[in-house]
């Protein structure tokens, strides 16, 4: 094996987790490429016997997008000796044409370093790779996303076969998709494929040509000198699944003759159910498209039989509910899973099965990951609402010589004046800047409320005691400290205040607001004199003390261009020059509750 590159936050997510109670046992989860293993993710089981071993391994596939897999295996040993990992190794059924990757972790010791990871090529053998990279930027990786919902018919002969009848169909569904006869298209191509056949460019052809065929010229822009492309999220392709009928499946019953009808008269219940198929695919750029083809057959399947593991799990009788598919990205790396969750349950309903899943993917129980509103989000997702999501990621700015840059953790949407057809222009920055917060706290699943109207907030204030009944309406400003008091009333989050006496003295808070970017991640809405804005991040030099603030200013008035926007620095990095040097500020910064 040439190399293993291991996402940095899957270590950090594997020492945190070395503190727990549990185990340290479990599997690695990768991206093959030909520079070898990319690691994006990790599955912690409770029981290391070699008996549920296969079952928790097999378990993990259902959750997996196509192209990850179990590409290795960590756990606790005594030795790093050789002979000592191949005795633990080679008793797991863990056979991997392309090498297994092995992290090794002491008893007492926390920390995962290079020292801890080894490669085996045939689990008869351990060696050092000759690459070991844990870096927190690994090739951009391709999504094929395919969405086709599907309508099957389940025969209930009795009262309870329900199980076995929608077993036997989900299996036949995933016959006649293994078979020949399935194939993908990319949408707006010619580009038609499966695992063994390809339409439309030469058999060799890798991944990289679909997207060059599906790349528009709206998927880039030029700002000045500078080029701003669109990230990995952005790299995907549509697909869809068709069928040619004039092959016949691997299922013995299709013919290439004349369609042939039979008639059965017979008397039986029959449930029919929608199947919301929605699997994604990650790729590396020069994966073959018929490698591609092989990871969407099994995506498929895989998320089939998760959907008849959720309808068996929560059937009322012998009607099963409707089923949805959410993917999310549980180790802030490229690495999805999906997971399916009935419609109609409320998130306190479905806390055992998050839990579980925190529990599978060696994840605490102190931030929401599974929750929807943590769904992941690809380009036909992100501008439904019309905002603007996260426009800081297209900032092509090099970090302060010798500083380093402590960013807002996930997603928010963009909040200014005249949106929503509302004119609040000159009196509404510090409204729109709290919309942008509650908007992080729906993103990231802390809550489910909507973003609250200008009058919302004034009559939040008034709820609490703050304002007086005639503010309901008016046009009159609010701060910091009314922002964390309708923060706290209307979706249940508390806030730390810090404030400087001075617009010079934000110099000395570079080190408080590192310390709340990478502990809480949440964005900050700062205000001072007549004028509010919203900080994503410092760029901090621990030595000098020196600072810069990414700040979303919430005067813009104009419309949704993310072109306009970067250019005129309406979203951008600003010096000390940018504050008042005479005017009192207060910070508001929102606190993460510590809820699952």
């Known amino acids: 094996m040439a190399a293993v590159h291991i996402n940095r936050n899957v270590i950090e997510t594997l020492a945190t987790y070395s503190n727990t109670a549990d185990p340290f046992f479990g599997v690695l989860l990768g991206h093959e490429s030909e520079a070898g293993w990319h690691v994006t993710?990790?599955?912690?089981?409770?029981?290391?016997s070699l008996n549920n071993f296969t079952n928790q391994k097999d378990s993990v596939t259902r959750y997996l997008s196509g192209g990850l897999s179990v590409c290795g295996i960590f756990f606790e040993n005594q030795s790093l000796q050789a002979d000592d990992i191949v005795k633990k190794v080679s008793k797991y059924?863990?056979?991997?044409?392309?090498?297994?990757?092995?992290?090794?972790?002491?008893?007492?010791?926390?920390?995962?370093?290079?020292?801890?990871?080894?490669?085996?090529?045939?689990?008869?053998?351990?060696?050092k790779p000759k690459v070991i990279d844990i870096t927190e930027d690994l090739p951009a990786l391709i999504t094929a996303r395919l969405r086709c919902?599907?309508?099957?018919?389940?025969?209930?002969?009795?009262?309870?076969?329900?199980?076995?009848?929608?077993?036997?169909?989900?299996?036949?569904?995933?016959?006649?998709?293994?078979?020949?006869?399935?194939?993908?298209?990319?949408?707006d191509?010619?580009?038609?494929?499966?695992?063994?056949?390809?339409?439309?460019?030469?058999?060799?052809?890798?991944?990289?040509?679909?997207?060059?065929?599906?790349?528009?010229?709206?998927?880039?822009?030029?700002?000045?000198?500078?080029?701003?492309?669109?990230?990995?999220?952005?790299?995907?392709?549509?697909?869809?699944?068709l069928q040619n009928i004039s092959i016949a499946d691997d299922s013995g019953e299709g013919t290439l003759c004349a369609p042939i009808i039979q008639h059965n008269l017979e008397k039986f219940q029959a449930v029919t159910l929608t199947l919301p198929v929605d699997v994604c695919c990650q790729v590396t750029a020069d994966t073959t498209v018929l490698t591609l083809g092989q990871y969407m057959t099994t995506a498929i399947c895989n998320q089939l039989r998760a959907m008849q593991d959720c309808f068996v799990q929560y059937v009322e009788g012998d009607v099963p509910p409707k089923v949805q598919v959410f993917h999310f990205q549980p180790w802030k790396s490229t690495a999805i899973v999906s997971v399916i969750y009935p419609e109609g349950k409320s998130e306190e309903k479905l806390e055992s099965r998050r839990r579980?899943?925190?529990?599978?993917?060696?994840?605490?129980?102190?931030?929401?990951?599974?929750r929807r509103g943590n769904v992941s989000l690809f380009p036909e997702d992100i501008n439904q609402n019309g905002y603007l999501i996260n426009p800081h990621q297209y900032i092509n700015t090099q970090p302060m010589k010798d500083g380093q840059q402590?960013?807002?953790?996930?997603?928010?949407?963009?909040?200014?004046?005249?949106?929503?057809?509302?004119?609040?222009?000159?009196?509404?920055?510090?409204?729109?800047?709290?919309?942008?917060?509650?908007?992080?706290?729906?993103?990231?699943?802390?809550?489910?409320?909507?973003?609250?109207?200008?009058?919302?907030?004034?009559?939040?204030?008034?709820?609490?005691?703050?304002?007086?009944?005639?503010?309901?309406?008016?046009r009159q400003w609010i701060g910091?400290?009314?922002?964390?008091?309708?923060?706290?009333?209307?979706?249940?989050?508390?806030?730390?205040?810090?404030?400087?006496?001075?617009?010079?003295?934000?110099?000395?808070?570079?080190?408080?607001?590192a310390q709340h970017f990478q502990i809480q991640g949440t964005p900050v809405m700062i205000g001072g004199g007549v004028l509010a804005h919203t900080i994503l991040g410092v760029d901090f030099n621990e030595v000098t003390g020196d600072v810069k603030f990414l700040i979303l200013d919430p005067h813009y008035t104009g419309a949704e261009d993310?072109?306009?926007?970067?250019e005129k620095g309406w979203c951008g990095w600003k010096g000390m020059d940018f504050w008042d040097k005479k005017a009192h500020y207060n910070m508001c910064l929102p606190q993460r509750p510590k809820v699952i």
Request: with cysteine; glycine share 6%; aromatic share 8%.
């Open 562 to 566: 993310l072109k306009v926007i970067l």
């Open 480 to 513: 910091s400290m009314e922002v964390s008091y309708c923060l706290d009333h209307l979706i249940g989050v508390t806030s730390r205040i810090a404030f400087v006496s001075e617009g010079s003295e934000l110099a000395t808070k570079g080190r408080e607001l």
């Open 93 to 127: 059924p863990l056979q991997n044409q392309n090498g297994l990757v092995i992290l090794v972790k002491q008893p007492k010791d926390n920390k995962v370093t290079e020292d801890n990871i080894f490669v085996s090529p045939d689990q008869n053998t351990v060696e």
């Open 189 to 241: 191509t010619e580009v038609v494929f499966n695992s063994s056949s390809l339409v439309g460019l030469p058999n060799e052809a890798v991944c990289s040509r679909l997207l060059d065929l599906t790349t528009s010229d709206e998927d880039e822009f030029v700002s000045g000198k500078q080029k701003h492309s669109k990230s990995y999220k952005q790299r995907t392709l549509k697909c869809e699944v």
């Open 406 to 474: 402590y960013l807002v953790q996930g997603l928010y949407s963009y909040h200014h004046y005249m949106q929503d057809r509302f004119d609040d222009n000159m009196w509404g920055c510090a409204y729109r800047s709290l919309q942008t917060l509650v908007s992080w706290f729906r993103f990231q699943g802390y809550t489910d409320k909507p973003i609250p109207t200008h009058r919302e907030i004034q009559q939040a204030l008034v709820d609490v005691g703050d304002k007086e009944p005639k503010f309901v309406g008016s």
């Open 356 to 370: 579980e899943l925190h529990s599978l993917f060696c994840l605490p129980l102190s931030r929401p990951v599974f």
């Open 41 to 48: 993710g990790c599955c912690c089981f409770t029981d290391s």
């Open 149 to 187: 919902p599907l309508t099957i018919s389940v025969k209930v002969a009795a009262k309870g076969s329900l199980k076995n009848s929608l077993s036997n169909v989900i299996e036949n569904l995933c016959n006649t998709l293994s078979s020949p006869s399935a194939v993908y298209r990319v949408q």
